[in-house]
């Protein structure tokens, strides 16, 4: 989820050439009010989007009592976001450009971890 279509674009391709199933959307709206709610293992959010942002997101999704582990990404690294997302359980905080095989590396940690707590509302 990125509001930038070319990051968003080459994020869902990469996954899927991996042999992921992979749905890109350009807000947290339209994530939040699409079917994959539900069905989604791994979500990989920008943490600034017009909106909600990608931080906003996580606590609307952990006070819903969604557990969908999540990776950030962002152009605008700070310590003090990155901790609030760590602290509230986000797999990683990879800064833009990100390395292809630590996202990789991520999106694995992530559902193994969703298959140990595959429990939502």
Do not use: W
Request: charged share 25%; with cysteine; proline share 7%.
């Amino acid at each position: 989820m990125d509001d930038d279509a070319s990051v968003r674009t080459a994020t869902a391709r990469l996954l899927r050439s991996l042999g992921f199933s992979a749905h890109a959307f350009a807000s947290a709206q339209e994530f939040l009010s699409s079917p994959r709610l539900l069905e989604t293992s791994c979500l990989i959010a920008d943490v600034e989007m017009p909106g909600m942002s990608g931080l906003e997101l996580q606590e609307y999704l952990i006070a819903n009592g969604h557990n969908t582990p999540m990776i950030f990404i962002t152009a605008f690294p700070e310590d003090r976001i990155r901790e609030r997302a760590m602290e509230a359980g986000a797999i990683d905080f990879l800064s833009k450009p990100f390395d292809e095989p630590r996202l990789l590396e991520c999106v694995e940690r992530a559902l193994a971890m969703r298959q140990d707590r595959p429990n939502d509302p």
